[in-house]
């Protein structure tokens, strides 16, 4: 069975951080482009940060550019986020993705996690 599991999110105070992982089992997901996305209440998704198998190409929104940070370490099978001076305005649920092309629509994406809280206060 395929899975991306996130951890790491929780309540901050604005200016804060929070670091987001995506741990993925069943299969390697090495091959595959991962992206982050977010969705606060009332709102569609939104795209966060993408990355594609190797690391090597990163794409951001201008939203968080300068204060988010996406890797992936293929020998553990995991994606992170690195979030830093935190707004309110980032508070969402937080999901990452995977899928054969790198891409900052959600509906490129064949896999999901199930989403991770991320509050920030002010």
């Known amino acids: 069975q395929v899975q991306l599991v996130e951890s790491g999110g929780g309540l901050v105070q604005a200016g804060g951080s929070l670091k987001l992982s995506c741990a993925a089992s069943?299969?390697?997901?090495?091959?595959?482009?991962m992206g982050w996305f977010r969705q606060a209440p009332g709102k569609e998704r939104e795209f966060v940060a993408a990355?594609?198998?190797?690391?090597?190409?990163?794409d951001y929104p201008d939203s968080v550019k300068g204060r988010f940070t996406i890797s992936r370490d293929n020998t553990k099978n995991t994606m992170y986020l690195q979030m830093n001076s935190l707004k309110p305005e980032d508070t969402a649920v937080y999901y990452c993705?995977?899928?054969?092309?790198?891409?900052?629509?959600?509906?490129?994406?064949?896999?999901w996690g199930q989403g991770n809280q991320v509050t920030v206060s002010s």
């Open positions: 993705a995977a899928g054969p092309r790198m891409s900052i629509r959600p509906w490129s994406y064949a896999y």
């Open positions: 069943g299969r390697a997901f090495s091959n595959d482009a």
């Open positions: 990355i594609d198998w190797s690391g090597g190409i990163i």
